[in-house]
């Protein structure tokens, strides 16, 4: 019999990099690709929220009489669900700047995503359409301090202004007209609000240390 012939085994060299390749694999495309699909971070009651909402493309502006009403009817059936409240907000030509208070992650998901139905059921039937009427998941900031919370009243209350499509007093595409918080302004009867009352300490006392806010206030960003 003759010799044997051991066989070689063939070596592999692996890279060792920790994990994939910056900017590798497939990239999201469209318009659920404008929203992280991350793991949200945990909430604690006693933070306040900013959440935004934006629109499909192609749908019509929010900032007309007939839409207002719409969304003003769903903020009113959706500003108490579930420990979820709804204290302030404003309309945009394609999307929704909104104040939120839940008592954790659940309840705030819980609170947007009905919010968000009620929304697009009145939309759609004053738009005769059917269909998803968001673009993509909502997104949200936890604010976590009085000057952030300051910052974001500012923004959501006056960001018409931002924008450049409003620019004397208060936006009436917002909860501004029940807002206790204004520099030289008053508020309209708070007991005809459609928004729930704020409870946490940086909403209604903690944010007032910065200065309360100018009608002509031009917010600049919401951090």
């Known amino acids: 019999m003759g010799r044997r012939t051991r066989a070689r085994q063939t070596e592999f060299a692996f890279l ?25 971070a945990p909430l604690a009651s006693r933070f306040p929220v900013h959440v ?18 719409a969304l003003c009817g769903a903020f009113e059936g ?19 700047h909104l104040l939120v ?3 954790d992650r659940r309840a705030l998901s819980r ?26 998941h909502y997104h949200d900031r936890i604010l976590r301090t009085p000057k952030e919370v300051r910052n974001a009243l500012a923004y959501v209350l006056n960001n018409a202004k931002r924008h450049g499509i409003f620019h004397a007093g208060v936006d009436g595409f917002s909860s501004g007209r029940w807002f206790d918080g ?4 008053r508020p309209v009867d708070l007991g005809s609000a459609i928004v ?17 806010i ?10």
């Open 182 to 185: 204004w520099r030289g302004a």
């Open 52 to 69: 935004t909402m934006r629109l499909r493309n192609g749908l019509p502006s929010l900032r007309r009489a007939s839409e207002l009403r």
């Open 101 to 103: 208070e839940a008592p």
């Open 111 to 136: 609170g947007v995503q009905g919010l968000a139905v009620r929304v697009a059921r009145r939309l759609n039937r004053l738009w005769t359409r059917k269909g998803k009427v968001f673009a993509d």
């Open 78 to 96: 959706g500003a108490q669900r579930f420990g979820f409240r709804l204290n302030q907000y404003s309309v945009q030509t394609t999307h929704l």
């Open 16 to 40: 060792r990099w920790g994990g994939a390749r910056k900017g590798a694999g497939r990239k999201p495309k469209g318009e659920r690709a404008k929203v992280s699909h991350r793991t949200r």
């Open 214 to 223: 100018s009608v002509d206030e031009v917010p600049r960003g919401s951090g």
């Open 196 to 212: 729930a009352k704020a409870r946490t300490w940086l909403q209604t006392i903690g944010w007032r240390r910065w200065g309360l």
